[in-house]
T-cell receptor
Framework: KQEVTQIPAALSVPEGENLVLNCSFT??????LQWFRQDPGKGLTSLLL?????REQTSGRLNASLDKSSGRSTLYIAASQPGDSATYLC????????????FGQGTTLQVKP | SAVISQKPSRDICQRGTSLTIQCQVD?????MFWYRQQPGQSLTLIAT?????????ESGFVIDKFPISRPNLTFSTLTVSNMSPEDSSIYLC???????????FGSGTRLTVV
């Protein structure tokens, strides 16, 4: 059974810092991995999608990497801003590609001005 | 990417009543998904809704409690029936346009049962 873990659960940093959020999964047989952002009480906004054949994806200040063999992904946020404050969720798509995403518990980020 | 309009955004309901949540999509999609996010928790898949067939429910979720309709390729509803305070959660619909696309989520419905 696939399990997804995100570390740390919460993170508070001063504005301008570069930071790394971690996601690990127990079954390396995945189809893809997707990072989302969730603001309090709201829906999910997709940040980056990494297919199983890819090693990384970049969008603006965000960079996500994937190491399937070790069951790990990282989300790197450069030059953090107060507007980046949110919960970041990692979700794994199984190799069967059935459409069922397995989510981690999330990392709640606070960026202080 | 597709755009999903989810309604209502929030509601406060009395126990024992039912609430229907709607998701309208600006593209035709074969499969839509319904998730629940309990307070302080991550997302759990409730069911997969295919147009023209019965929804497929995950373990722990049943049709009598969470009936789903999928009348066409751009619309789906989830009903939370006979609600109790334990049903207080955020409910979200989701889709993807194809196998190599990422998932898009609706804005969520924040349900409080009193």
């Amino acid at each position: 059974k696939q399990e997804v873990t995100q570390i740390p659960a919460a993170l508070s940093v001063p504005e301008g810092e570069n930071l790394v959020l971690n996601c690990s999964f127990t079954d390396s047989a995945i189809y893809n991995l997707q990072w989302f952002r969730q603001d309090p009480g709201k829906g999910l906004t997709s940040l980056l999608l990494i297919q199983s054949s890819q090693r990384e994806q970049t969008s603006g200040r965000l960079n996500a990497s994937l190491d399937k063999s070790s069951g790990r992904s990282t989300l790197y946020i450069a030059a953090s801003q107060p507007g980046d404050s949110a919960t970041y969720l990692c979700a794994v798509g199984p190799s069967s590609n059935t459409g069922k995403l397995i989510f981690g518990q999330g990392t709640t980020l606070q960026v202080k001005p | 990417s597709a755009v999903i309009s989810q309604k209502p955004s929030r509601d406060i309901c009395q126990r024992g009543t039912s609430l229907t949540i709607q998701c309208q999509v600006d593209s035709q999609v074969t499969m839509m998904f319904w998730y629940r996010q309990q307070p302080g928790q991550s997302l759990t898949l409730i069911a997969t809704a295919n147009q023209g067939s019965e929804a497929t429910y995950e373990s722990g979720f049943v049709i009598d409690k969470f009936p789903i309709s999928r009348p066409n390729l751009t619309f789906s509803t989830l009903t939370v029936s006979n609600m109790s305070p334990e049903d207080s959660s955020i409910y979200l619909c989701s889709l993807r346009l194809g196998q190599d696309y990422g998932y898009t989520f609706g804005s969520g419905t924040r349900l409080t049962v009193v």
